[in-house]
Nanobody, 122 residues
Framework: QAQLVESGGGLVQAGGSLRLSCAAS????????MGWFRQAPGKEREFVAA????????YYADSVKGRFTISRDNTKNTVYLQMNSLNVEDTAVYYC???????????????WGQGTQVTVSS
């Protein structure tokens, strides 16, 4: 059974950095595109970043472009999200997801992690 487990969330001051990890098991990781989404209280889940199966293509939401970097290590079955220059608007639960295509919409992804909380203080 496929499982995605996020880690690396926490509390950070504005301007700081965090690196999220998502470890996958129970699936052939290299055959899945991976995405990061986030959901803030009272808001809908939104796309953050996505990466293709081999890592050659990446996509970002405009709100994080230039600050966040998505990467993957297919030898470790892990996808990462490096988040720099964090601001309070980045506060949310962050989810990783696995899907057959590199898409920006949540419905394109088949498997989801449980989420990790990121809180940015001012």
């Amino acid at each position: 059974q496929a499982q995605l487990v996020e880690s690396g969330g926490g509390l950070v001051q504005a301007g700081g950095s965090l690196r999220l990890s998502c470890a996958a098991s129970g699936l052939t990781f290299s055959t899945y595109a991976m995405g990061w989404f986030r959901q803030a209280p009272g808001k809908e889940r939104e796309f953050v970043a996505a990466i293709s199966r081999g890592g050659a293509s990446t996509y970002y939401a405009d709100s994080v472009k230039g600050r966040f970097t998505i990467s993957r290590d297919n030898t470790k079955n892990t996808v990462y999200l490096q988040m720099n220059s964090l601001n309070v608007e980045d506060t949310a639960v962050y989810y990783c997801a696995a899907g057959f295509y590199t898409m920006t919409i949540s419905t394109a992804y088949q498997y989801w992690g449980q989420g990790t909380q990121v809180t940015v203080s001012s």
